[in-house]
């Protein structure tokens, strides 16, 4: 006797028509709990999606994302950049396989593909202590924007925030500790959950600002319209960066922007004696290697590590 086909049990596709691919990369948004982050992956993946509907192919394969990587090797983008689009186009194939609509075999062939290799480690813009006690104060104090400005510069350089973090700062989060003030319960990239010491010349600026704008309660920054008053009831991470990069061009400083200002507070801290594990609270690292990286380090030629070692010709 015939058996009947079993209805229900859909094959998983190799190929990923345009309503499988927006699928997909809905459940990758949906999985991804920062905003920062699904920013990034939403560009990523649409990026992915415009190349792959560009070319004359039929599969979604390991072939395929290879070749997707050494178009982005073409256009010369920093290995980071790479591994970050390559990353998003991996966990569009886990979405793709787990919805059914992908072969299992072709999604795990996909996550074979090698990144870019990182030469070295890319170090950033730090500021000396003296360019960052010029820099943040910048801003001209006796306007209300100026005071806002202060404020936020004086968060990003001396908390070590970043700038989505600066952005969504509540005054519900500034309580004191042991007799100090601090940052609280504050989320960080990851959904990590650490507490910021609030230096005291920081907490100045934020209390001018405060009486200032007249702000009780709520986001803690808020945007400031050319008539000189707040309006709305917060700031975006875009305010952030424009802050910055003003005041970074009044200040005749080039290519600087607010995760520079972090990588600064970290080599401070470092320079003014601060233990290595207390910046890593600090910063919000879960590796410790990570917070060295931010610390970067410069190669001394006067007075080298290697002049006298010991060995040398009396």
Not at 9 to 38: F, G, I, W
Not at 249 to 255: F, L, V
Request: one cysteine or more.
């Amino acid at each position: 006797m015939k058996k009947k086909p079993i209805v229900g049990n859909k094959k998983p596709n190799n190929t990923l028509r345009l309503p499988d691919l927006d699928q997909a990369k809905s459940a990758v948004l949906n999985s991804l709990p920062s905003k920062e982050s699904q920013r990034s992956y939403r560009h990523a993946m649409e990026e992915f999606v415009a190349w792959y509907r560009s070319e004359p192919r039929l599969l979604f394969n390991k072939t395929v994302v290879t070749r997707y990587r050494i178009h982005l090797e073409s256009r010369q983008l920093a290995p980071g950049t790479i591994n970050g689009r390559l990353a998003a186009v991996r966990r569009l194939a886990y979405e793709a396989a787990d919805s059914g609509l992908l072969s299992p075999e072709l999604a795990a062939g996909i996550r074979r593909v090698k990144g870019a290799k990182k030469l070295g480690v890319r170090l950033g813009n730090r500021l000396t202590a003296e360019q960052a006690k010029a820099f943040g104060q910048v801003p001209n104090c006796t306007t209300l924007k100026g005071k806002r400005d202060r404020a936020l510069l004086a968060v990003l350089l001396g908390c070590g925030l970043r700038r989505r973090e600066a952005a969504e700062l509540d005054m519900a989060n500034l309580q004191q500790r042991e007799d100090h003030w601090a940052i609280v319960d504050l989320a960080g990239k990851g959904r990590h959950v650490r507490t910021v010491p609030v230096p005291e010349w920081v907490r100045a600026a934020i209390d001018s600002w405060l009486a200032c704008a007249e702000i009780r309660d709520g986001r803690l920054f808020w945007c400031v319209c050319r008539a000189g008053k707040t309006w709305g009831d917060g700031m975006t991470e875009r305010v952030v960066w424009h802050v910055v990069k003003d005041c970074a061009k009044q200040a005749g400083i080039e290519k600087l922007t607010p995760h520079d200002l972090r990588r600064t507070c970290a080599r401070l801290c470092h320079a003014a004696g601060g233990e290595l594990g207390q910046i890593q609270f600090l910063l919000g690292h879960v590796s410790v290697q990570t917070t060295e990286k931010y610390l970067g380090c410069q190669q001394r030629i006067r007075g080298a590590v290697n002049d006298r070692i010991g060995i040398e010709p009396v």
